[in-house]
């Protein structure tokens, strides 16, 4: 039997993105290994500064931190690291992928 197959060449290019407020950005991206959209929010309320992914459109993971000056870079970095076409998305559009993903768990 003969099986074909592709194999994965990594790949390291530099890129750069513009973010104005790093305590206020949402990112869409690819996650190279399903090729799912993935999401990423980090934003302030009255009380908290959260962090929030949406990977591959199911897992949802966050942080939380009453210091709403916490450095948020070293995570912005790590999304950026590990999906591909990175683009900048609007607050409703990243609350509207998280709200999906939340009604599918809706007890």
């Keep these: 039997m003969v099986i074909e197959y592709e194999t994965s060449k990594y790949v ?3 890129q750069k993105i513009e973010i104005e407020d790093t305590r206020n950005v949402f990112l869409q991206g690819v996650n190279p290994y399903d090729e799912l959209n993935t999401y990423f929010g980090i934003w302030t309320d009255e009380r908290y500064l959260i962090i929030a992914t949406l990977t ?3 897992n949802i993971s966050y942080s939380y931190s009453v ?3 916490v450095y948020t ?3 912005i970095r790590q999304f950026l690291k590990f999906n591909h076409d990175i683009k ?3 607050k409703n559009e990243f609350k509207e ?3 999906k993903a939340i009604s599918i768990i809706k007890i």
């Design 97 to 99: 992928q998280l709200q």
């Design 67 to 69: 210091n709403k000056n």
């Design 12 to 14: 390291t290019k530099k």
């Design 56 to 58: 591959s459109n199911r």
């Design 73 to 75: 870079n070293a995570d």
């Design 88 to 90: 900048i998305i609007t």
